[in-house]
């Protein structure tokens, strides 16, 4: 198995599972602060480090990350059947991601369809080389993307978010950039993208009625949920 962060929430019991996957040269633990919201509050995260696209990788190599949607997946199943298994209802599972890893999670839900999955998170990511063509079962999407985004433009994120045929969501940041959103607790915006994915999460995977309210639409937010 990949080297693999697991963040589980602190009482016992069976919970909700996210695989969520890093960015290119990224870490798991760099995203410590958003995962550990989201496992406070009830979610197990297991946020695989891939072999050829994360910090420190001894044979680098961008595309690679048209072979982690797959990646995601063995470790996802890995996870369920070894001794975390219990804690993880294995019928409300999702999976979210940062830049190359949100496009990792694209991946999931089109050409490496992973059937398991009920939601997803895209944070900063768009459809490139994993393509558009959602297919499986439904399953709600949320996008979060900085309308200032120097590396992922938010145009490409926004042009894949209109093909999602499913319910969905699509939170725009304004002026935010690539990684302060999501990896800068000091920030307004981390703070809005953790309550809002934490909110999206808690609607998708617990059925969390009152967590829709967060979803009424706004200047910066679509909702389709």
Not at 45 to 54: H, L
Not at 119 to 148: E, K, N, R, Y
Not at 176 to 196: A, I, K, M, R
Request: charged content about 15%; hydrophobic content about 40%.
């Amino acid at each position: 198995m990949l080297r693999t962060v697991i963040w589980t929430p602190d009482q016992p019991g069976r919970y909700p599972a996210v695989v969520f996957s890093h960015g290119l040269n990224g870490t798991p633990e760099e995203f410590a602060p958003l995962l550990k919201v989201w496992a406070e509050a009830g979610f197990v995260v297991i946020a695989p480090a891939y072999p050829n696209t994360t910090r420190g990788a001894s044979d680098f190599d961008i595309y690679d990350v048209l072979n982690q949607p797959a990646d995601a997946s063995f470790v996802l199943g890995q996870v369920l059947d070894g001794p975390l298994g219990d804690r993880i209802d294995a019928d409300r599972l999702a999976a979210a991601g940062h830049s190359a890893g949100a496009i990792t999670t694209v991946g999931l839900f089109t050409a490496s369809r992973d059937k398991r999955l009920r939601a997803g998170v895209i944070l900063a990511g768009s459809g490139l080389g994993v393509g558009t063509a959602f297919t499986g079962s439904p399953a709600a999407l949320f996008f979060v993307h900085g309308d200032a985004d120097p590396m992922v433009s938010y145009a490409s994120g926004k042009a894949t978010y209109d093909l999602v045929p499913w319910a969905k969501a699509m939170l725009t940041i304004p002026g935010g950039n690539h990684n302060d959103p999501y990896l800068s607790p000091d920030t307004t915006s981390f703070q809005t993208v953790s309550e809002s994915t934490l909110q999206f999460l808690r609607l998708e995977l617990y059925g969390d009625q009152a967590a829709r309210s967060s979803f009424t639409p706004s200047t910066d937010l679509d909702s389709h949920l």
